[in-house]
T-cell receptor, first 117, second 111 residues
Framework: EAGVAQSPRYKIIEKRQSVAFWCNPISGHATLYWYQQILGQGPKLLIQFQNNGVVDDSQLPKDRFSAERLKGVDSTLKIQPAKLEDSAVYLC???????????????FGEGSRLTVL | RKEVEQDPGPFNVPEGATVAFNCTYSNSASQSFFWYRQDCRKEPKLLMSVYSSGNEDGRFTAQLNRASQYISLLIRDSKLSDSATYLCVVNKGSSASKIIFGSGTRLSIRP
């Protein structure tokens, strides 16, 4: 079974530029998550999709971050304009069910490492 | 106070030793608990769920103490390959936004 695919693996941009990350979840997983992990911290949820609908985006900085999952499969996360504090690893995860109520397992991609100069 | 607190470590122990980590959580309504493992520059992966009665998986034992609001992870007979960051995860509800990751405890096993 193929895992969660993310691209690009690395991205370096200057502040005020824009960047987009792509994620393809495990086949059949209805729920997709985007997390931000700053060095030395645990992952922080940005947005959760159930199929192509947004379940929770309460922690997404909507003035500069946007995400979509138009066909209920792959997803993109965009940052525009980027700030220095956006430097982090952006992790995409998927699961068969919403939240951790059943198996408790989120499957993460390898992440996209963003450096903002 | 953070919602999920972990000692960041690093814990540096010799191969074969037993090591234990604790994690405290602030919300008494938290419903489910997990330990994830994250290798350096890799993604987190589920290590084990934590059940009220405690559970064991090989050399790993997880315990939950609801009264004191902490969970623990015990690793026996530690191996070099156990070197990683261990993330405590607490789920306060059915929405993923209620899933809180701790900052992790770094473990380094030396030969």
């Amino acid at each position: 079974e193929a895992g969660v695919a993310q691209s690009p693996r690395y991205k370096i941009i200057e502040k005020r530029q824009s960047v987009a990350f792509w994620c393809n979840p495990i086949s059949g997983h209805a729920t997709l998550y985007w997390y931000q992990q700053i060095l030395g911290q645990g992952p922080k949820l940005l947005i959760q999709f159930q199929n192509n609908g947004v379940v929770d985006d309460s922690q997404l900085p909507k003035d500069r971050f946007s995400a979509e999952r138009l066909k209920g499969v792959d997803s993109t996360l965009k940052i525009q304009p980027a700030k220095l504090e956006d430097s982090a690893v952006y992790l995409c995860a998927s699961s068969r069910t919403s939240g951790l109520m059943n198996t408790g397992e989120l499957f993460f991609g390898e992440g996209s490492r963003l450096t903002v100069l | 106070r953070k919602e999920v607190e972990q000692d960041p470590g690093p814990f540096n122990v010799p191969e074969g030793a037993t090591v234990a980590f604790n994690c405290t959580y602030s919300n008494s309504a938290s419903q489910s608990f997990f330990w994830y493992r994250q290798d350096c520059r890799k993604e987190p992966k589920l290590l084990m769920s934590v059940y009220s009665s405690g559970n064991e998986d090989g050399r790993f034992t997880a315990q939950l103490n609801r009264a004191s609001q902490y969970i623990s992870l015990l690793i026996r007979d530690s191996k070099l390959s156990d070197s990683a960051t261990y993330l405590c995860v607490v789920n306060k509800g059915s929405s993923a936004s209620k899933i809180i990751f701790g900052s992790g405890t770094r473990l380094s096993i030396r030969p």
